[in-house]
Structure formats: C-alpha cells, structure tokens
C-alpha cells in the first residue's frame, strides 16, 4: 500500500512538472492572444536560460523515475520524455538564436556607424560598459545597478491643473554630464516618470543624467497634448540644464512604445534645442497602418487604443492621424536613431521599425534598426533578461558613440 500511494505522489509530482514546464515554455513562441496573457508571452523568452535549466531537470527526473521504477509502462515512459523534451526544446530556442541575432545587430551598427565607432570614446568609458551582449550569471544574479542621486516628483508644468512631474537621475559624482530624455510608454494611457527607474539608474550611473518625464493620458486627452507635454519638458529641462549639470549641447531621446512615439516627434520636429540621437524601443511609427492592419492576435485592441489616443478612426482624422506617426516626420538632418523591435511583438511588429530605419536612410540619415527574433513587446520589462541584455549592450554603445565620442 504504502509503495502505491508512493508511486502516485512521484507520478502526481513529474505530471505536475511536466506541465508546469511546458505551459510556460510554450509562451517562447506562442504570442498572447489577450492582454493578461501578456506577462507570459513577455517574459518566458526572457528567463529561457532558467527554463533550459527546469526542464532539463524534469527530463532526467522522468526518466530515472520510471527507469527504476515504473520501466513496465513503456507508453506512459515515452509520453513524459516525449513532452519534457518539447519543453526543453521550446526553452532552448531564444538561445539557439541568439548568436545570430547578436551577429545581425552587430552588423546593423557598424553599417550605419562604422567598424569603428568607438574608436574616439576613452578606455575609462567602454570599462564601464557591459563586457558582453550576454552575461548568464545576471539572468540569476541581475544586472548590477549603482548607486546615483535621485530627485523625484520635480513639477515641470501645470496645465489644467493636471500636475506633470519628472525624476532626475544622477551620477554620484558632481559635474556636467550629456543627458537622456527618458519617456515611458503605456498606450498614452498608463504609466508615470517611475516607470522606467532601474534602466534609469543603470544608464545615469554611466555618467548621463536622466530625466524621466511625465504627460496627459489618453482617453481624457488627446494627441497633440502629449507631444506638447514632451515639449513643455523640454522647454523646462533646456531653462534648468545648468543647475542640474545638464550638458545642453549632449542630448539624446529614449522612448518605450508609446513613449518612444513621442520620442521620435520631440526630436524630428524643431525640439526646442538640438537633439543628439533618438533611441526607439518599439515605437508606433505609423499610426494608420497601425489601425487599418490590425495584428492576430491583438492583446491590447490596437483600433479602440489608437481612437483613445486622436479620437477617432484614420477615416475620419486622416491628418491628425499623418501627424501622429513618426514616419510621416522623416526628412533630412535629423539625428541619428537606435530603433529595435522584437520579432514576435504582436503589438507594434517589427516590420514598422525596419522600414523606418530604411525611410531614415533615405533621406541620408543615420539609422540602425536591431530586431531580436524571439523577443515580444516591452521585452525589457525583465531587465536582465535575454532580449535586454542584448538590447542595453547596443543602446549603451550607441548613446556613448552620440553623446561622447563626438
């Protein structure tokens, strides 16, 4: 009796692995069909190596267990390694790619930037940089994050009464430093300075002050009012540069989806001072399409996100709609962008990003466009994941490259 109940507790345990394995695994390559799916689909790419490690674990457990055990149930043998070997073959895929992918963006940046675009920045600086796109001893002991000086909740502006605040990051060493406009994404309708605060400490403690900056949500208000919103912010930040040891010459913008939306427009239409370069993180760039080619599946019903934000359909807004899309703003001189998108975003795909960086270079700007095959929307939500790590060695080197090395 007792190696009965025994043999139902172990079969009861390896069922219960085995599925737990494979169910989150399988979101690697399925994208999420509704929203609270999302987090899933996000994040099972971004800690592949720890699934690796799981399902690797559950594989050699099935197989001792029912190899000492249970060897006179063949069937039910070949089921469990047939599916834990699934869910490690699923797991392995982002790392199986990841080679390449690296290889491709480093490709994409010395095309754009030269084999040595580096070449200019001091040892001191590239020391302090990430080593490797890949580090697997942060997938579990994350990215280390320095201490910086923060200033949190600055009022910048008032208008309706709504009070729009921004953080300033800082590194620990007073001086003057170039500076990064950091602007949150949520659809234009979610989100605050905070949002984004561990990328925020990471880049500043590399010698940057970060302003993280607030703006109007939608539905309540529409586009422009966010546009306008950036720009108050930056009319702010180009009056209070100097006491907050902002360089106002070394100026870069980085956005996240709808914030990387209002990224591009802040900087390709007459900002209120030069901006230095302009990094897209899966951005909107062309609203109408957007609309009228909606994704399968479509987690965040594209149609009513984009009529919260202008207020209607491209029928019946076509220009606000042309205005609103950073690649209707494309013309010559403007700064250089970092544009990378994740190729199973369902969301806002990644063929957008690609041919805006072509459009950028068409016009005889400098762009570079870095799609990673197995990453989904906001894939850099799990900082020391896999897609972000790839992700921050590029975004580190070309932020130095336009704001240090030039």
């Known amino acids: 009796m007792k190696v009965r109940m025994l043999s139902i507790a172990s079969n009861w345990l390896v069922g219960s692995l085995l599925s737990i394995g494979l169910f989150v695994s399988m979101w690697i390559c399925l994208p999420a069909p509704i929203f609270s799916l999302l987090p899933l689909s996000v994040g099972a790419p971004e800690i592949s190596p720890v699934l690796v490690i799981f399902n690797a674990g559950v594989l050699l457990l099935c197989w001792l267990l029912f190899w000492l055990r249970d060897y006179r149930q063949p069937r039910l043998v070949i089921f469990s390694l047939c599916v834990s070997g699934l869910a490690v073959v699923l797991s392995a895929a982002p790392l199986l790619q990841f080679s390449a992918a690296q290889q491709q963006a480093q490709s994409a940046i010395e095309s754009s930037?030269?084999?040595?675009?580096?070449?200019?920045?001091?040892?001191?600086?590239?020391?302090?940089?990430?080593?490797?796109?890949l580090v697997m001893g942060d997938i579990w002991s994350q990215i280390p994050i320095p201490e910086v000086r923060l200033d949190r909740d600055l009022l910048f502006a008032n208008p309706d009464?709504?009070?729009?605040?921004?953080?300033?990051?800082?590194?620990?060493?007073?001086?003057?430093?170039?500076?990064?406009?950091?602007?949150?994404?949520?659809?234009?309708?979610?989100?605050?300075?905070?949002?984004?605060?561990?990328?925020?400490?990471?880049?500043?403690?590399?010698?940057?002050?970060?302003?993280?900056?607030?703006?109007?949500?939608?539905?309540?208000?529409?586009?422009p009012t966010q546009l306008e919103d950036v720009r108050s912010a930056l009319t702010f930040i180009k009056k209070h540069a100097d006491e907050n040891e902002t360089d106002l010459d070394r100026v870069a913008?980085?956005?996240?989806?709808?914030?990387?939306?209002?990224?591009?427009?802040?900087?390709?239409?007459?900002?209120?001072?030069?901006?230095?370069?302009?990094?897209?993180?899966?951005?909107?760039?062309?609203?109408?399409?957007?609309?009228?080619?909606?994704?399968?599946?479509?987690?965040?019903?594209?149609?009513?996100?984009?009529?919260?934000?202008?207020?209607?359909?491209?029928?019946?807004?076509?220009?606000?709609?042309?205005q609103a899309s950073p690649l209707t703003a494309v013309k010559p001189a403007l700064p250089p962008s970092l544009l990378i998108y994740g190729g199973k975003d369902h969301i806002v795909a990644s063929k957008y990003g690609k041919y805006l960086a072509a459009q950028l270079r068409s016009q005889g700007n400098q762009a570079v466009f870095i799609e990673i095959p197995w990453a989904d929307h906001a894939f850099d939500a799990v900082f020391s994941g896999l897609s972000n790590q790839l992700a921050l060695y590029y975004t580190e080197r070309f932020l130095a490259w336009a704001l240090l090395a030039q």
Request: charged share 20%; aromatic share 12%; proline share 10%.
């Open 253 to 322: 913008l980085i956005g996240r989806s709808a914030g990387a939306q209002l990224a591009m427009l802040a900087a390709y239409q007459d900002p209120p001072f030069p901006i230095r370069a302009v990094v897209d993180y899966y951005g909107p760039v062309n609203l109408t399409a957007g609309y009228e080619q909606v994704p399968t599946p479509d987690p965040i019903e594209s149609r009513a996100t984009l009529r919260a934000f202008l207020g209607g359909t491209p029928q019946d807004l076509p220009t606000l709609y042309r």
């Open 113 to 133: 930037l030269g084999r040595d675009y580096l070449r200019d920045l001091p040892p001191a600086l590239i020391a302090k940089m990430r080593s490797q796109p």
């Open 161 to 223: 009464g709504v009070k729009l605040t921004m953080n300033i990051y800082r590194p620990l060493q007073v001086g003057k430093y170039p500076a990064i406009v950091s602007i949150y994404g949520g659809a234009w309708q979610r989100g605050s300075p905070d949002s984004d605060d561990t990328f925020n400490r990471y880049i500043a403690a590399q010698g940057y002050v970060v302003w993280a900056i607030d703006y109007r949500h939608a539905p309540t208000y529409q586009f």
